[in-house]
């Protein structure tokens, strides 16, 4: 097989969660132990620092795997979905898995895969893992795909285990409660590992504190550690609650709400400091985290043929968007263009209401089975007091946001990670 054919054939022979939803949800770790068993283990040949939460995650993920190769680390970094290119999901020290890698990786597991029917995300996981060790990484960063406690990725015992935060997403696997959510997030804890928990929520806090108390694995919430707060754009003052001192970061990526994950990041950082070799300095801290980049995270994509500001996000669930509608409100426009897509399984009476009012919709739907017809949307955000009209297609909807905004306006595009996919 080629790469083409390689793809064509794990997206064939396992359904990815991203594009059909429930029906590629695996339940359990059997299949995962099983393939990683046949690669011999080979996340135990290095360390690993495990991310989980509902937002953020690929954010921290991120931050953590450029400061540590800002230190000289040879880094292996695994997160999920991919925008553009499936190897996005894995690399090391910035660079993608080659074509060939995944050619060679596919026709080596095609027979196991056949037999053991795992799922797509589970393929990638062991593609991952096993492409870490053959690259001889001093560590590696991995972000969970969902949840925690039965995740594929939960097999590794890392040095320190990362939780963002915790709010409503993927309720028919994770729980209706936020509580229940947390305790599948926990999941992720391990005897003994140090975990950070990005904030200190008073309904999820009991959930993380007993399943540290019962591992015996000591707990930090980074909110108590570090205060945050952002100013132009990516300049961040970060106050340590602890001795009152005051220093200033500069990220790679945009964003007011990217506050709350770079004090989860900082909090890590401080435990792996202690855990590593060697301790990461002040500098080496401050230039990975001003290498920090997500693509698809608050990022502008306009041209210099665009009337106006056209800026994509990926914040798709209630906590996410949020983050996103208050960005929204920080920005100066005579008028807003917003081109929204969302998936068919997300539950569009928690997350409308945090749309803002004012705006001009272009209601679309992402070119995969799991997307929310355009005709179905446009109908319930009528309903919800939203405004605009129907185009069939992301590509022409922006299209259309183009056409019709004027220099001072701002086209937003969002709702779905596949949404922003299309435009990227």
Known sequence: MNYAESIAYLYAAAPMFQS?????????????????????????????????????????????????????????????????????????????????????FVERLKPHIERLKPSFFEITTAMAFDFFRRQAVDIAVVEVGMGGR???TNVITPLVSVITNISFDHRQFLGETLPEIAGEKAGIIKPGVPVVVGEFQPETAPTFIAKARETGSPI????????????DGRMFEV?????????????????????????????????????????????EVRRGLAEARVPGRWQRIDTGEDPCPIVCDTGHNEAGLAFVAGQL????????????????????EHILPLLPREAHYLFTQAALPRALAAERLAEVCRAAGLRGETVASVPRALDRARALAGPEDLVFVGGSTFTVAEVL
């Open 20 to 104: 059909v939803g429930s029906r590629a949800y695996k339940e359990g770790l059997e299949t995962t132990e099983a393939l990683n068993e046949l690669l011999g283990k080979p996340y135990l040949a290095y360390p690993a620092v495990h991310v989980a939460g509902t937002n953020g995650k690929g954010s921290v993920s991120q931050m953590l795997a450029a400061v540590l190769r800002e230190a000289g680390y040879k880094v292996g970094l695994y997160t999920s979905p991919h925008l553009r290119d499936f190897r996005e999901r894995m690399q090391v020290d910035g660079r993608m898995i080659s074509e060939q890698e995944v050619v060679e």
């Open 150 to 152: 039965l995740d594929c």
């Open 220 to 231: 930090l919430f980074a909110d108590q550690r570090y205060r945050c707060d952002g100013h």
């Open 239 to 283: 106050e340590n609650r602890g001795d009152g001192y005051r220093f200033t970061v500069q990220l790679g990526m945009e964003g007011d709400y990217q506050q709350r994950n770079l004090c989860t990041a900082l909090a890590a950082l401080d435990i792996l400091t202690e855990r590593l070799p060697r301790p990461l300095t002040t500098n």
């Open 329 to 348: 409100k920080k920005q100066v426009y005579k008028k807003l263009y917003f081109v929204l897509g969302v998936v068919a399984d997300k539950e569009l």
